[in-house]
């Protein structure tokens, strides 16, 4: 069992499905509401712990009900949490939107205490990320954060994985702190400046990325899978109708660093991300969705 050591946000997710996105001024009349755990950092260490991982998520929440749901949805998961809970701040909240006929998906974040992660928090927490087989982070809590994070497991050796979600700029250097990145295509045309859409598309951009100082680059690819460099596209797996894609991203990545953290090789790690991956869009929800080790490997022998 290898260790992950997640930064990351939690967010209480507030989904709706409806027809069709409303226009602005405009109300609709949506067919569901849900009200469940999410963040990207969060889904990644539930992903990670149902794996079979020893996962570690670093964080901040509010003193609310929405930190109540984080707590338990990473005991249930066997997420370890090092967190501070701030008074004066509110857990963070995600508004998703859910095309009913499709299962596509439109967010807006808002992060509340997390936003608050200094890097005196990372800091603080550098004897946990030295220890770490695989370091994991993502861009929705502050950049400096991250980018502390990054630093500290880069000096201890460790194996560092950047999902670089949502798009935003990053500071000069970051991405030469990364063993692993994992945008998805929207992604990765933010950071490169290449629209990817085919696998000849994913090659040029991964280049591109390596040339930015990025040790591997991986591009998920949706319903296609996930573009390897050095490698080409492992194919996504397919094992029923798709009912959410929301936390397909964050299943990747927690099935891919929970591999990663075993010893796996970096093609094996992406077979088993795309397969944690492909279970989880068969489910509706975030969190809820992630797969458990068994069913991902009963997955992965079936197809092959």
Not at 145 to 168: S, Y
């Amino acid at each position: 069992m290898g260790r992950v050591v997640i930064l990351g946000v939690f967010v209480a997710d507030t989904a709706y499905r409806a027809a069709r996105m409303p226009k602005m001024g405009e109300t609709i009349m949506g067919n569901s509401f849900v009200l469940g755990p999410g963040g990207k950092g969060s889904n990644q260490s539930v992903a990670c712990a149902r794996m079979g991982s020893e996962t570690h998520i670093i964080s901040k929440l509010g003193k609310d009900d929405f930190a109540k749901l984080a707590l338990e949805t990473w005991e249930q998961a066997g997420v370890i949490p090092h967190v501070k809970q701030v008074n004066g701040s509110y857990t963070g909240a995600a508004y998703i939107f859910i095309e009913e006929s499709t299962g596509d998906n439109a967010i807006i974040i808002a992060p509340g205490a997390a936003a608050l992660i200094s890097v005196s928090d990372i800091n603080s927490h550098a004897k946990l990320i030295k220890s770490a087989d695989v370091f994991v982070t993502q861009l929705e809590q502050p950049m400096i954060a991250a980018m502390r994070g990054l630093e500290i497991a880069r000096e201890a050796g460790v194996t560092t994985l950047l999902n670089p979600a949502p798009a935003a700029p990053l500071p000069d250097g970051m991405l030469a702190l990364c063993d692993y990145i994992t945008p998805n295509e929207t992604e990765c045309e933010a950071l490169t400046g290449i629209a990817v859409r085919t696998q000849e598309e994913a090659e040029f951009a991964c280049e591109a990325l390596r040339d930015l100082g990025v040790g591997t680059p991986i591009i998920t690819m949706g319903d296609q899978g996930a573009f390897l460099y050095g490698h080409g596209l492992v194919p996504a797996v397919n094992v029923g109708a798709v009912i959410e894609t929301t936390g397909a991203g964050d299943a990747f990545n927690g099935g891919f660093a929970a591999a990663l953290s075993e010893g796996l090789s970096t093609l094996e790690a992406v077979r088993y991300g795309c397969a944690t991956a492909g279970i989880s869009v068969t489910k509706p929800g975030t969190a809820p969705s992630m797969p458990n080790r068994e069913s991902v490997e009963a997955v992965m022998h079936s197809s092959n």
